[in-house]
DNA sequence: TACTCATATCGATCCTCATCAATTTACTTC
DNA sequence: GAAGTAAATTGATGAGGATCGATATGAGTA
């Protein structure tokens, strides 16, 4: 006894309606992929940073020249880790000038916050 | 005019009295790192599938033999991946005889979802 | 048109990580 | 104690990613 893995196999057709109401299935691996490339945003430091320096921007927007410094990286690897925020949908992208201007998506970090407790 | 880069270097004092009260300052670098531990914990599919298996299971546990199946994925590499979110936090290991039950720390998703808002 | 500056892209390097096969550890049972 | 089983650990390998220097793009300016 102690490990039923064989028992889940009898009643397939009964899990999904048998149970308390707020147990959800578990996600997909398609849903699965899909939110691991928002944590892949996520997962790295300067990245964090450079999120939380642009939201703490008293006018909402930063250009690339405000950012290189703070992080104590070069400008070619900034570029690199604000793409891949806004690949992720979680920066703005606005060219002005020769000046790149990122802002945070609105509501972006909630959505984010419910990836997570929605698992 | 644009970048607006050197003007910040005048008040170092007064930025965090002088403005909106909902304004907070950046996150340290001490914290970025610590939060990009756990945000790499969630930077793989197989992982927040795993997290995602424990949650609707109907006990709240799991053990490693009922997760390597589903997953796709060899022995080791199921208990690699329970140990990354067992030291992010997010599982409980509880050893009983020769299984090893997995279950989802109480309020540690809603204190993730934390990390991400409180950007 | 030529020059400057801000940003993006490219190519290369180094390091981290996901995965597996093989082995070890630990518990149970005969 | 011996055999069997669940889980963890080890070592190796291949893929992906973070970083930088060099270069390209593109807008503003003389």
Redesign the interface.
């Known amino acids: 006894m102690?490990?039923?893995?064989t028992a889940q196999t009898l009643e397939p057709a009964l899990d999904a309606s048998c149970?308390?109401p707020s147990?959800?299935?578990?996600?997909s691996?398609e849903d699965?992929?899909q939110?691991?490339l928002v944590?892949?945003a996520?997962?790295?430091?300067?990245r964090?940073?450079l999120?939380?320096?642009v939201?703490?921007g008293?006018s909402g927007e930063s250009?690339v020249?405000?950012l290189t410094?703070?992080l104590d990286l070069g400008q070619p690897t900034v570029s690199h880790h604000l793409k891949i925020l806004v690949e992720a949908g979680l920066l703005h992208r606005e060219k002005?000038?020769?000046?790149a201007y990122y802002s945070l998506v609105p509501g972006a970090?909630?959505k984010?916050?419910?990836l997570?407790?929605g698992?």
Chains 1, 2 share one sequence.
């Not at 147990?23 to 996600?27: L, R």
């Open positions: 102690g490990c039923m893995n149970c308390l147990e959800q299935p578990a996600i691996v699965a992929q939110r691991a944590f892949k996520l997962a790295d430091p300067n964090l940073r999120l939380s320096i939201k703490a008293e250009c020249c405000d410094e703070p002005r000038g020769t000046w970090l909630d984010v916050a419910g997570v407790t698992l």
